[in-house]
């Protein structure tokens, strides 16, 4: 077959489809537009985030037989229509699911250790002891929302703590032997620690809301390493100010472009400054002391780079073997 790939990856993956006999062609530099100009002479594409598979991109690729994300999500591919086409959809959530649960426990530790604001004190001079006084994991009832492959990565991680752990999830009988799944209603009876691990779909477009904060029973902590769009920035602030939410780790926001490359999407305000470009709910974000920030990094390892790459390649030459 003959392979696209639109972003870099780690070099493990164009060596294992070549090894299996396929030809790649490395479109890095290439356009959207240009790359629709020839999409009829590929079998398959590569691509991570740089840009959207939509109706236009499949209806230019009538020899299309497989579309790759490298990453664990799909939602910059119109997939309904993918699949109406009889077009093959590979992702790799198994690939960085070990760094985000690492990263999202990670997260929690520094939150409740106060790491960030101790150690920027101690930089300054201040040696505030008892202002830094942390948190004990231990005892606490850790909730997730949503138990695939990053939830699971993250509850694995939690064995090794005294807490108990509950997941909510839209689908029944996601439960195992690290996790109890309960009813919405018990979940938020009991939580001290809400991390979310859903993708961005319609559903969960805006979930983590002024709604959804006031139905809890009492302040809980949050940790976001799923996507920023399932937040709205402007009412976790309010959370955050008025102590419903006592402290929050956000790998991901909700003003990132839909590539995940930068961090502003607004077109109209390209040639602003940053500063100008920023809105006011992150604004006051980027100044809270129990708020950690990363820029959308939960995954993105070394290790996870290599894993990613190999098992899309897996997946691909499973499905159709070796070329000719």
């Known amino acids: ?51 959207t598979i939509d109706r236009e991109f499949i209806d230019a690729a009538p020899n299309l037989k497989f579309i790759a994300r490298v990453g664990a999500g799909l939602e910059n591919i119109d997939v309904e229509y993918a699949e109406a086409h009889g077009i093959t959809l590979f992702s790799a959530p198994e ?31 201040l040696w505030h002891r008892e202002e830094n006084r942390g948190l004990e994991l231990d005892g606490k009832t850790v909730g997730i929302v949503g138990y695939g492959n990053m939830g699971k990565a993250f509850a694995k991680k939690l064995r090794g703590f005294d807490v108990e752990i509950i997941c ?13 799944q309960v009813s919405l209603e018990e979940f938020r009876e009991k939580c001290d620690v809400v991390s979310l691990h859903t993708p961005w779909t319609p559903e969960t477009d805006q979930m983590i809301n002024k709604e959804f904060i006031d139905a809890y029973k009492k302040p809980f902590w949050f940790i976001n390493t799923a996507r920023g769009k399932n937040v709205v920035t402007a009412d976790l602030v309010d959370a955050l100010k008025d102590g419903r939410v006592l402290g929050a780790g956000l790998d991901v926001l909700e003003y990132e472009k839909a590539s995940f490359e930068s961090l502003f999407s607004n077109k109209k305000n390209v040639s602003l400054s940053i500063e100008n ?47 000719e």
């Open 168 to 180: 909510y999830d839209i689908k029944e009988g996601v439960g195992d032997e690290h996790v109890r």
């Open 95 to 125: 690939g960085n699911r070990n760094a985000v649960g690492e990263h999202t426990l990670a997260m929690l530790l520094s939150l409740f250790n106060k790491l960030n604001k101790a150690d920027r004190e101690v930089r300054d001079g």
């Open 277 to 323: 470009q920023i809105p006011d709910a992150m604004r006051e974000l980027m100044f809270l002391n129990n708020v950690i920030l990363s820029p959308h990094v939960a995954g993105w390892t070394k290790e996870s780079h290599e894993r990613l790459a190999s098992v899309i390649a897996g997946k691909i030459i499973d499905k159709f073997g070796k070329g």
């Open 1 to 51: 077959m003959i392979i696209l790939h639109s972003d870099t990856n780690h070099p493990t993956l164009i060596k294992q489809l070549d090894d299996a006999g396929h030809h790649n062609i490395e479109g890095f530099s290439q356009s959207r537009e240009e790359t629709l100009e020839n999409q009829h002479l590929y079998d398959g594409i590569v691509i991570r985030s740089r840009y």
